[in-house]
């Protein structure tokens, strides 16, 4: 009687072919990779308390973290990002117009209108809508533009607020064409469903690129605000379904790839390109927080690292080999390095906010002496 009682009071019995101890190792390498996985995937938004506007308002527990991430879902994530010759996509807004007046003039331009390449006076590239129609030509341009007028709120040919966003799906040269132009339209299927929408291939730059205009008011009233989250996440359907159709494409970001990359407002890239930009932005970002930021992503790689390489599961320790070979490539002496280059920036801005505050007292001191 007292054997039966026993057994019974074992508790549940552990997989076939694995010990309670292989069991407990699987259960700490997968809380692990919960924890950290949504650290560097998901990291809290800067801001102060829960009011910071990001995604994201608290994190303070680690139960907290590991519910935002599944082990497996960062098995994965971590596996696409050390993939050799993985190739980051491109979506970026590059404006939209305020009223139909511009609007029109963003069809004709990505129609190519009257350019010689597509025919001369009257005649553009194929567009299509998000009924999968297809329009060519000034004509066809014109009935565009009149359907996008009053497709929901009326848009005057000026308007105060952003009536459309214009933005750019791009790959490296050597993507195949089609199979950008194709997982772009799949992208825009799932991302802007009750909108009105039209995207154009050019092929012409090195890099397959589609130009896509979106009208901002849904059919049921709601308008597009992108943010930087939503980027965030066209990138990634964007990536998802270049990846359905054989490109290997990731959507990272720049923490997640421990990257600190200082890029080009897109105003910066129209007068370089004219060759008027007089002040030439820094290649890397420098500020203590950037670089706290990158230190925090790598804290996070070597804590994923570790969780990998303690695991019972062979597939894990190689995916651990892998990581701990490209957090080397990406950040040269890893945290440490990092940390201190974090302090450094930090000291300096206080050495400047110091000298700053110094500079303003003394002057307001002269300010203040009698006039004799």
């Known amino acids: 009687m007292s054997n039966s009682r026993s057994k019974a009071g074992a508790g549940p019995a552990a997989p076939q072919g694995s010990t309670p101890e292989s069991s407990r190792s699987t259960l700490d390498t997968d809380g692990m990779l919960s924890e950290w996985g949504a650290r560097l995937f998901y990291p809290i938004p800067k801001g102060k308390g829960g009011g910071g506007g990001g995604k994201l308002p608290l994190l303070t527990t680690v139960a907290a973290m590991a519910s935002l991430m599944s082990p497996n879902e960062v098995r994965s994530r971590i596996r696409s990002t050390v993939a050799p010759g993985a190739t980051q996509v491109m979506v970026k807004i590059t404006g939209g ?27 553009t590239l194929e567009i299509e809508d998000e009924r999968g129609e297809k329009i060519q030509g000034r004509d066809g341009l014109v ?23 214009n933005i750019i799906f791009s ?17 825009a299927r799932e991302l802007f469903e009750g909108h009105k929408y039209v995207f154009v291939m050019h092929e012409d730059q090195g890099a397959p690129h589609v130009h896509l205009s979106v009208r901002a008011d849904r059919y049921d009233g709601v308008r597009l605000s992108p943010r930087k989250a939503d980027l965030d996440r066209w990138r990634t359907v964007f990536a998802r379904n270049l990846q359905d159709r054989g490109v290997n494409a990731v959507a990272t970001r ?3 790839r421990v990257a600190n990359r200082n890029y080009r407002k897109l105003w910066e890239e129209r007068a370089a390109g004219r060759g008027q930009l007089i002040r030439q932005r820094p290649v890397q970002r420098t500020s203590a927080r950037a670089l706290a930021v990158r230190a ?4 996070a790689w070597e804590q994923i690292a570790r969780a990998l390489a303690t695991s019972k599961d062979p597939a894990d320790v190689r995916l651990a080999v892998e990581a701990v070979r490209y957090l080397a490539e990406v950040a040269p002496g890893g945290l440490t390095a990092a940390r201190e280059a974090a302090l450094r920036a930090g000291q300096r801005e206080s050495d400047h906010a110091r000298i700053a505050d110094e500079t303003a007292r003394v002057r307001g001191d002269r300010g203040a002496e009698p006039i004799r």
Do not use: C
């Open 171 to 187: 790959m490296p040269a050597g993507t195949p064409p089609e199979a950008v132009r194709a997982a772009t339209a799949e992208t």
């Open 97 to 123: 117009g305020r009223g139909m007046k511009a609007i029109t003039a963003h069809f004709r331009y990505i129609g190519r209108q009257g350019k010689e390449e597509v025919g001369g006076k009257g005649k």
């Open 143 to 165: 009935q565009l533009a009149d359907e996008w007028r009053v497709a929901g709120a009326y848009i005057d040919d000026d308007s105060p607020r952003r009536e459309a966003f």
């Open 254 to 256: 720049q923490p997640v």
């Open 296 to 299: 925090d992503a790598i804290k």
